[in-house]
T-cell receptor
């Protein structure tokens, strides 16, 4: 079946612009996670949605970052006033309960 | 203290060798454990879940030691294609079903 889908695959933008990244989880998965990964580094947790519960935003690095999950399915991660240090691969994962997470291919974000 | 700790390596081993990675976790209430594999510039992919009694999948064996709070991954008869970063992942429903990732152990299998 279809896996986790992320778009765009690549995004290049100028410093100061806003960007929106999209994640379409596996159908039926109640949990959705956003991570980012800089080159050669480990995964950095950003935010987690579980069903209708309030999201766990504890990993968001600044108030320029926000995320929504509409209708318990698709999620968008928004970065406002992008900075060069925001350049990274942004990974989305979904899971059902405590079953393993499945990751999308990621969005490679480059801030010029 | 980090939730999950791994030796980052790198581990450089010849083809055919046996190599083992360990990972420790800090929360004794953790309930689910996994090993993921991540290739360069790719997303992490599930390699195997880790069960309390230990489990094997072909050349890969995973073990869990709850008393000492560590999990291990053993790779036998290493292949060139095993070269990747191996991520240890721990899940704890008590913290809202959060998954905690280690920073990964880098493996290179040399011809």
């Amino acid at each position: 079946g279809a896996g986790v889908s992320q778009s765009p695959s690549n995004k290049v933008t100028e410093k100061g612009k806003d960007v929106e990244l999209r994640c379409d989880p596996i159908s039926g998965h109640t949990a959705l996670y956003w991570y980012r990964q800089s080159l050669g580094q480990g995964l950095e947790f950003l935010i987690y949605f579980q069903g209708n519960s309030a999201p766990d935003k504890s990993g968001l690095p600044s108030d320029r970052f926000s995320a929504e999950r509409t209708g318990g399915s698709v999620s968008t991660l928004t970065i406002q006033r992008t900075q060069q240090e925001d350049s990274a691969v942004y990974l989305c994962a979904s899971s059902l309960g405590n079953q393993p997470q499945h990751f999308g291919d990621g969005t490679r974000l480059s801030i010029l | 203290r980090k939730e999950v700790e791994q030796d980052p390596g790198p581990f450089n081993v010849p083809e055919g060798a046996t190599v083992a990675f360990n990972c420790t976790y800090s929360n004794s209430a953790s309930q689910s454990f996994f090993w993921y594999r991540q290739d360069c510039r790719k997303e992490p992919k599930l390699l195997m879940s880790v069960y309390s009694s230990g489990n094997e999948d072909g050349r890969f064996t995973a073990q869990l030691n709850r008393a000492s709070q560590y999990i291990s991954l053993l790779i036998r008869d290493s292949k060139l294609s095993d070269s990747a970063t191996y991520l240890c992942v721990v899940n704890n429903r008590n913290t809202g079903n959060q998954f905690y990732f280690g920073t990964g152990t880098s493996l290179t299998v040399i011809p």
